[in-house]
């Protein structure tokens, strides 16, 4: 039986972040005794929907080998996009939400067709997009939040089905199409070739171009689905959506198991990455420690990930 356990965690590339997972859980319901309450295992799904959906899509181009740093301010821009639809010019807030998610997409196209033609490292240009993107934020709103969302959207922010919050399970679902595209899919295999060995897939016939340009389009949808989701949570468009949606989502990809150099990895690993983060960002509140090392925690988790990702491809390669 240990034998098979064994066999098993070594041969499942999630059984060790999955590991490291029920280790943390355990820990933090030993250190607060709130921590498996209901309503703060709520508040736990409910933040990891939002930074979900950004790491499902972050996650996606890294498997390309690829970044894009502009999510966070797509999410943002697109939330105050829709508020100004919705409130100033009186648009039905359903078509308000979907159009928004169009821009969104749009806005990955901008970037990956950015990244295709003009050879352009995606890192350098989505920094130099996410000013562009968060710098029209400002100029739009003056820095001022959008009230008066109308209450017609408020269920998909702060509803609830089967005691979970109603974010979270669009999360899941985008997270099963993520897996189904990834993994099951032609184009998926085509992700993987893309991220292992771009010019290999180049000789093969493989459109690597349309396929980039594809994720970032995605990724692009599911960040403008984030910000429209947090509007509809806060009942306002706030021009800061987004700004903590930069490196949470890189480092919990790299937990996860997918390397910022691409070919390997999965959003599902990448989920209990951002799971791993979130809980222990909560016991960070649960037991007293001001919020404000939220930040540091969150800069050190990116660096130890990335270190353990650099030590550990240089181990396995050198054997």
Known sequence: MLRKLMGFMVSNPLSGVIS???????SASILSENFLNSYNLVIVSRTLAFIGLITIGQSMLMILG?????LGAIGGFCGVIGGIMMVNMGINPWLSFGLCLVIGTLFGVINGLLVTLLRLPSLVLTIGMAGVYGGLNLVITKGVAITGIPADIGFMGSG????MPVPFWVMLVFLAL???LTLKTPFGRYMYAVGSNLPAAQMLGIRTDRVRVGVFAFAGFLAALAGMLMV???GSAQPSIG?????GPIAAAVIGGVPTTGGIG????????AAIIGVIKNIIVLIGVSPYWQ?????????????????????????
């Open 178 to 180: 993520a897996c189904f």
């Open 232 to 234: 509809a949570r806060l």
């Open 160 to 163: 609830t089905w089967l005691g």
């Open 243 to 247: 700004d903590s949606w930069v490196l």
């Open 20 to 26: 490291v997972l029920v280790i943390i859980l355990v």
């Open 66 to 70: 690829e970044l894009d740093l502009s």
């Open 266 to 273: 999965t959003p599902l690993g990448a989920i209990f990455g």
């Open 295 to 319: 930040a540091m925690v969150t800069g050190a988790i990116v660096v130890v990930a990335i270190a353990l990702d650099s030590i550990s491809r240089r181990y396995f390669k050198r054997d």
